[in-house]
């Protein structure tokens, strides 16, 4: 199935009930990690279809924090090792807390929003 609903019903995401909130509180804990954050969001397959693979999480900082953090964004996103040894660190420390498996990488807004500017984002993190 490709979008939000199943049988008449509308679902918000495909995790069942005791994964998210277990995923959210993982998330408020995450959050805290950078000053000019917009936010940690569930976004990709999740959200969309009940045979998802991993649970995409992705946490939106500001273009300024980025750089200082992991400097210029560069493409493919796996030159950058820093930035890439980061994500897998908070990724294997969020599957941990949250038993799911997590796929979680920070983003710089601008070009969160240059790749991906219509899919939906599900705030994460606000207990």
């Known amino acids: ?39 940690i969001f569930l976004v990709g397959s999740a959200l969309k279809r009940k045979d998802w693979r991993d649970v995409d999480v992705r946490q939106i900082i500001s273009d300024a924090e980025f750089e200082r953090r992991f400097g210029e964004f560069v493409e493919p996103y796996e030159n950058n090792k820093f930035l890439r040894a980061f994500n897998l660190g908070i990724s294997g420390w969020m599957r941990a807390a949250s038993h799911l498996p997590i796929d979680y990488q920070v983003q710089p807004i601008t070009k969160a929003n240059e790749l991906y500017p219509n899919e939906p984002r599900n705030g994460l993190g606000y207990l």
């Open 1 to 39: 199935m490709t979008d939000k609903t199943e049988g008449g019903k509308h679902y918000a995401t495909f995790l069942d009930v005791t994964s998210f909130i277990e995923l959210r509180f993982a998330a408020a804990i995450v959050k805290g990690i950078f000053d000019e954050s917009f936010g």
